[in-house]
């Protein structure tokens, strides 16, 4: 049973998908409910949301927020079991099956995918990369659609003048959406929308009817509409204003212009070596196979199948989903694929921008009616759902501890577990990852003062400054006169899917204990649990990890210098760490003195986040936030702390915030007065704290709440969780003179710690019941 369990496990081939189009999430969902024995999937995109085609104008006439119109990838990733890597494509490398990415090492495959879309054409017109802002890609269409419409609020008398370059349903929807949002918040005298057709008539794809009832919407609307204009030239004048010019002459002079014009393929595409048709666009067979190398598929606006041409629509794209999905799965267990044959006619449904939809199917049509727009929204919403409220986890991994044993403040052994296939039920708890995984500070006092007696005779060696008799972040030997050297260690489980960037974020992690310590990071042994696979796998996965790891490395000056691997169920990482400090350098827990103040470097909020992910009740753009913070390197902050006379310094990792302050006050022999409403806080830490989602750590790090003077009045607040939450790669706490805490935090800010924050102040120690007060205001 275990070897079969273990041959199941193993990684035999790779799926890798590029761009999270409407076909793939389909395939996404449909492998999280079927996955394939051997197989791992990864999905390539450039953002962790995916924006749903059907509802943008909706989302910028202002009927949906950004929620309800967009798919988490993070959420169908994890649902899948998916690594997910947010990058951007740039090539491929067809002679050795890689994929070639803006920001990381090359990803290999055996089979692949591609729904990236499409971008607008004509995007090489004179001035329209530098002046225009294009449909796609979305994010950055709604990014900018966002600046001018709060600019817009707070300034309603400004004039706006916007042109809109295609006059296809694009083009269309996004003049009526934009003037039905606009006319809102500025004076109607002040708004003005044009919107450019080089053909000669509007909508040139749909039929008369529609044409006609789109023609009087706009004129309503009063968007002068330009037949037959192609443009050809965009340049910029003075005050934000750009000039427009069409082939037959005719000028405009505009605030924003927006290119939606037909569209057209990924440059890189070009050079892959794939067949493409004339527009570059990837030609494909009715299994939805590449004509040139049939183990890469393509679907939705970026193929085109030979047989079937279609409109670049999102209807097509979402009815590819399911016979991709087929194919794939058929290709990778060696069976015959199925032909996929594409509906003739089909329903579309044009918003209007102002509550109503026109229905259109061949050539009949629906005026523009409330009704016709209720059921778009109903089709739409259901669409939306299916992606959001997932099954239940089809068969979960759930982790039966083997070892559970960890961390004696820098000796970090996280359990190492067995794996066996079982239903999810819906109260399981899953342990948390990264330093959410750790034991809590009660057990590692309790083990230590039990082995201090048995160790108590191998501490003669006068050399050792630091060991097991404090709780300082590193060990401390002397190596010379003024010379000291500083060794921590620390290993944890994967939090994210994507080994390169696992490697980044538990590099910083472990160098933390390094920079908190006042010290030079010198040189790391690696400790690496790869999950099981055939030999290019293991090495595909080793590779991806330890890149990421050296990326870091690389920018402290550090040298990898040895280590050593295992093959497990799961990823984990870590670093054995050294590092040298000068005597008047070295910077320990202890030292903070009355009169400081206690500045945090980065925000709070890791725990409870990725708690949340992996409840699948997290939105991506907090755990891009989330990923963006433990990629900061505490290096730089540790330097400006040392500029400042720091007296004191930790890192906040698992214990939280109020747990490893607390180690300083111990040390210290002092008090602090903690400010809650100065704490830094992640987007949307307070919002899973509020539904009560908290790292599986946190109960036991709760536990040093008894430290605290006044914790019975602090229970009506409600981010008073937030300093028991365990982080991963979390930032400095330090201790400076109030003298020098006005420069410290002006400082950091501008070398990139922008959360930094003054969270206490040291007092002295007069209370027999408690080291910490907390103060804070029900109003924040």
Same mark, same amino acid.
């Given at each position: 049973?275990?070897?079969?369990?273990?041959?199941?496990?193993?990684? $035999?081939?790779?799926?890798?998908?590029?761009?999270?189009?409407? &076909?793939?999430?389909?395939?996404?969902?449909?492998?999280?409910?079927?996955?394939?024995?051997?197989?791992?999937?990864?999905?390539?995109?450039?953002?962790?949301?995916?924006?749903?085609?059907?509802?943008?104008?909706?989302?910028?006439?202002?009927?949906?927020?950004?929620?309800?119109?967009?798919?988490?990838?993070?959420?169908?990733? /994890?649902?899948?079991?998916?690594?997910?890597?947010?990058?951007?494509?740039?090539?491929?490398?067809?002679?050795?099956?890689?994929?070639?990415?803006?920001?990381?090492?090359?990803?290999?495959?055996?089979?692949?995918?591609?729904?990236?879309?499409?971008?607008?054409?004509?995007? /090489?017109? &004179?001035?329209?990369?530098?002046?225009?802002?294009?449909?796609?890609?979305? &994010?950055?269409?709604?990014?900018?659609?966002?600046?001018?419409?709060?600019? %817009?609020?707070? @300034?309603?008398? *400004?004039?706006?003048?916007?042109?809109?370059?295609?006059?296809?349903?694009?083009? =269309?929807?996004?003049?009526?959406?934009?003037?039905?949002?606009?006319?809102?918040?500025?004076?109607?005298?002040?708004?003005? =929308?044009?919107?450019?057709?080089?053909?000669?008539?509007?909508?040139?794809?749909?039929?008369?009817?529609?044409?006609?009832? !789109?023609?009087?919407?706009?004129?309503?609307?009063?968007?002068?509409?330009?037949?037959?204009?192609?443009?050809?030239?965009?340049?910029?004048?003075?005050?934000?204003?750009?000039?427009?010019?069409?082939?037959?002459?005719?000028?405009?002079?505009?605030?924003?212009?927006?290119?939606?014009?037909?569209?057209?393929?990924?440059?890189?595409? *070009?050079?892959?070596?794939?067949?493409?048709?004339?527009?570059?666009?990837?030609?494909?067979?009715?299994?939805?196979?590449?004509?040139?190398?049939?183990?890469?598929?393509?679907?939705?606006?970026?193929?085109?199948?030979?047989?079937?041409?279609?409109?670049?629509?999102?209807?097509? %794209?979402?009815?590819?989903?399911?016979?991709?999905?087929?194919?794939?799965?058929?290709?990778?267990?060696?069976?015959?694929?199925?032909?996929?044959?594409?509906?003739?006619?089909?329903?579309?449904?044009?918003?209007?921008?102002?509550?109503?939809?026109?229905?259109?199917?061949?050539?009949?049509?629906?005026?523009?009616?409330?009704?016709?727009?209720?059921?778009?929204?109903?089709?739409?919403?259901?669409?939306?759902?299916?992606?959001?409220?997932?099954?239940?986890?089809?068969?979960?991994?759930?982790?039966?501890?083997?070892?559970?044993?960890?961390?004696?403040?820098?000796?970090?052994?996280?359990?190492?577990?067995?794996?066996?296939?079982?239903?999810?039920?819906?109260?399981?708890?899953?342990?948390?990852?990264?330093?959410?995984?750790?034991?809590?500070?009660?057990?590692?006092?309790?083990?230590?003062?039990?082995?201090?007696?048995?160790?108590?005779?191998? @501490?003669?060696?006068?050399?050792?400054?630091?060991?097991?008799?404090?709780?300082?972040?590193?060990?401390?030997?002397?190596?010379?006169?003024?010379?000291?050297? $500083?060794?921590?260690?620390?290993?944890?489980?994967?939090?994210?899917?994507?080994?390169?960037?696992?490697?980044?974020?538990?590099?910083?992690?472990?160098?933390?204990?390094?920079?908190?310590?006042?010290?030079?990071?010198?040189?790391?042994?690696?400790?690496?649990?790869?999950?099981?696979?055939?030999?290019?796998?293991?090495?595909?996965?080793?590779?991806?990890?330890?890149?990421? &790891?050296?990326?870091?490395?690389?920018?402290?000056?550090?040298?990898?210098?040895?280590?050593?691997?295992?093959?497990?169920?799961?990823?984990?990482?870590?670093?054995?760490?050294?590092?040298?400090?000068?005597?008047?350098?070295?910077?320990?827990?202890?030292?903070?003195?009355?009169?400081?103040?206690?500045?945090?470097?980065?925000?709070?909020?890791?725990?409870?986040?990725?708690?949340?992910?992996?409840?699948?009740?997290?939105?991506?753009?907090?755990?891009?936030?989330?990923?963006?913070?433990?990629?900061?390197? /505490?290096?730089?902050?540790?330097?400006?702390?040392?500029?400042?006379?720091?007296?004191?310094?930790?890192?906040?990792?698992?214990?939280?915030?109020?747990?490893?302050?607390?180690?300083?006050?111990? %040390?210290?022999?002092?008090? =602090?007065?903690?400010?809650?409403?100065?704490?830094?806080?992640?987007?949307?830490?307070?919002?899973?704290?509020? *539904?009560? !989602?908290?790292?599986?750590?946190?109960?036991?790090?709760?536990?040093?709440?008894?430290?605290? $003077?006044?914790?019975?009045?602090?229970?009506?607040?409600?981010?008073?969780?937030?300093?028991?939450?365990? *982080?991963?790669?979390?930032?400095?706490?330090?201790?400076?003179?109030?003298?020098?805490?006005?420069?410290?935090? @002006?400082?950091?800010?501008?070398?990139?710690?922008?959360?930094?924050?003054?969270?206490?102040?040291?007092?002295?120690? !007069?209370?027999?019941?408690?080291?910490?007060?907390?103060?804070?205001?029900?109003?924040?």
């Amino acid at each position: 049973m275990k070897l079969l369990l273990l041959m199941y496990n193993s990684i $035999v081939k790779d799926l890798v998908l590029i761009g999270g189009g409407h &076909s793939h999430i389909i395939v996404l969902k449909m492998l999280g409910m079927h996955p394939i024995p051997g197989v791992r999937l990864t999905l390539i995109t450039d953002s962790s949301d995916t924006p749903y085609s059907g509802m943008l104008p909706g989302h910028i006439a202002g009927f949906y927020n950004y929620d309800e119109c967009h798919i988490n990838l993070r959420l169908l990733a /994890n649902f899948a079991q998916t690594q997910l890597y947010i990058d951007n494509v740039v090539g491929l490398d067809l002679a050795h099956n890689q994929i070639l990415c803006s920001n990381r090492p090359p990803v290999s495959f055996d089979v692949l995918s591609i729904d990236i879309g499409s971008t607008p054409d004509n995007m /090489n017109t &004179s001035g329209a990369s530098e002046y225009a802002i294009p449909a796609k890609p979305v &994010s950055q269409l709604l990014t900018r659609w966002e600046e001018i419409t709060k600019r %817009a609020a707070d @300034n309603p008398q *400004q004039q706006i003048k916007i042109a809109i370059v295609g006059g296809g349903i694009g083009g =269309v929807e996004l003049a009526l959406a934009m003037r039905t949002k606009l006319s809102r918040i500025v004076c109607k005298e002040s708004l003005d =929308v044009h919107l450019f057709q080089r053909n000669s008539c509007i909508l040139p794809h749909n039929n008369q009817f529609v044409r006609s009832h !789109i023609r009087r919407i706009l004129y309503k609307h009063q968007i002068q509409v330009y037949l037959g204009e192609n443009i050809n030239q965009i340049e910029s004048k003075k005050n934000n204003i750009f000039k427009l010019q069409s082939e037959s002459g005719l000028t405009g002079e505009y605030t924003h212009i927006f290119w939606v014009t037909q569209p057209s393929a990924a440059p890189w595409l *070009q050079t892959s070596l794939l067949k493409t048709d004339t527009q570059g666009f990837i030609l494909v067979d009715d299994t939805l196979q590449s004509l040139s190398h049939p183990y890469i598929f393509a679907a939705g606006d970026i193929a085109t199948m030979i047989n079937y041409p279609c409109s670049k629509a999102g209807v097509f %794209a979402v009815r590819q989903g399911k016979p991709l999905f087929t194919n794939l799965r058929r290709y990778l267990q060696g069976k015959s694929l199925k032909s996929y044959i594409p509906q003739k006619k089909y329903l579309s449904l044009i918003g209007t921008g102002d509550g109503r939809a026109i229905a259109t199917r061949d050539v009949f049509t629906l005026p523009p009616n409330t009704l016709t727009w209720y059921c778009k929204d109903w089709i739409d919403r259901r669409f939306m759902k299916k992606f959001s409220d997932l099954p239940q986890m089809r068969s979960t991994q759930t982790r039966t501890p083997l070892i559970n044993h960890k961390s004696i403040s820098r000796l970090s052994f996280t359990p190492f577990y067995s794996t066996q296939s079982q239903s999810l039920k819906p109260n399981d708890i899953m342990p948390c990852a990264g330093c959410g995984s750790k034991v809590g500070s009660t057990v590692m006092t309790k083990v230590l003062q039990r082995i201090q007696t048995e160790q108590i005779n191998l @501490n003669h060696q006068q050399n050792i400054i630091i060991g097991l008799e404090t709780a300082d972040d590193g060990s401390v030997i002397k190596v010379t006169g003024n010379k000291f050297l $500083v060794q921590t260690i620390d290993y944890f489980r994967a939090l994210v899917n994507d080994p390169y960037l696992f490697g980044q974020i538990a590099t910083n992690h472990c160098l933390s204990d390094i920079f908190a310590m006042g010290a030079v990071p010198h040189s790391v042994l690696a400790i690496a649990n790869i999950p099981y696979g055939i030999n290019s796998k293991v090495e595909e996965t080793f590779y991806q990890l330890l890149s990421g &790891s050296v990326k870091v490395l690389r920018e402290t000056n550090t040298s990898l210098i040895g280590g050593h691997t295992s093959e497990s169920y799961e990823l984990g990482f870590g670093l054995s760490c050294n590092g040298f400090a000068d005597t008047d350098k070295l910077l320990r827990k202890g030292g903070m003195k009355v009169g400081d103040v206690v500045i945090l470097t980065k925000a709070l909020g890791t725990g409870t986040l990725f708690a949340a992910d992996m409840r699948h009740q997290a939105k991506s753009r907090w755990i891009d936030k989330a990923i963006t913070s433990m990629l900061i390197p /505490n290096g730089r902050a540790a330097e400006c702390l040392l500029q400042n006379n720091v007296n004191a310094c930790t890192d906040v990792t698992g214990f939280g915030l109020l747990g490893h302050l607390l180690e300083m006050v111990s %040390a210290s022999g002092v008090g =602090v007065d903690l400010e809650l409403e100065k704490i830094p806080i992640l987007p949307g830490a307070r919002e899973t704290i509020a *539904q009560g !989602i908290l790292s599986t750590l946190h109960p036991e790090n709760v536990k040093s709440s008894h430290y605290i $003077v006044n914790r019975d009045s602090l229970f009506s607040y409600p981010y008073y969780p937030i300093i028991f939450d365990p *982080q991963t790669s979390g930032g400095l706490l330090a201790s400076v003179p109030f003298e020098h805490a006005n420069d410290c935090i @002006n400082q950091l800010q501008s070398i990139g710690y922008k959360d930094s924050s003054v969270v206490a102040y040291v007092i002295p120690f !007069i209370r027999s019941e408690g080291f910490i007060n907390i103060s804070y205001s029900l109003e924040d």
